[in-house]
Nanobody
Framework: QVQLVESGGGLVQPGGSLRLSCAAS????????MRWYRQGPGKQRELVAT???????SYAESVKGRFTISRDNAKNTVYLQMNSLKPEDTAVYYC????????WGQGTQVTVSS
């Protein structure tokens, strides 16, 4: 059974930082391209960051220079380090694993507010 479990969300003040984690099980993690998406209130789900199985990375323009995606294949985990957070970063953040199949986590809430 495939599971993606996100953690690390919470309430943070503008300018603060959070580190999200997504632990995968039931897949050969090193084969998968991993992505973080988010869905803000009243908005469509959007792609935030991608890390390929070869560890190439890409980012949405809105988070470039502030967010960093990384992976640890030994721990079957992908991370999203989020710095200089803004209120518009408030969303449910989801991780996604893509290879032959596509899997989603259940999401973790990030709220940026003073």
């Amino acid at each position: 059974q495939v599971q993606l479990v996100e953690s690390g969300g919470g309430l943070v003040q503008p300018g603060g930082s959070l580190r999200l984690s997504c632990a995968a099980s039931g897949i050969i993690f090193s084969l998968y391209n991993m992505r973080w998406y988010r869905q803000g209130p009243g908005k469509q789900r959007e792609l935030v960051a991608t890390i390929t199985r070869g560890s190439s990375t890409s980012y949405a323009e809105s988070v470039k220079g502030r967010f960093t995606i990384s992976r640890d294949n030994a721990k079957n985990t992908v991370y999203l380090q989020m710095n200089s957070l803004k209120p518009e970063d408030t969303a449910v953040y989801y991780c996604n694993a893509e290879f032959v199949s596509l899997y989603w986590g259940q999401g973790t809430q990030v709220t940026v507010s003073s």
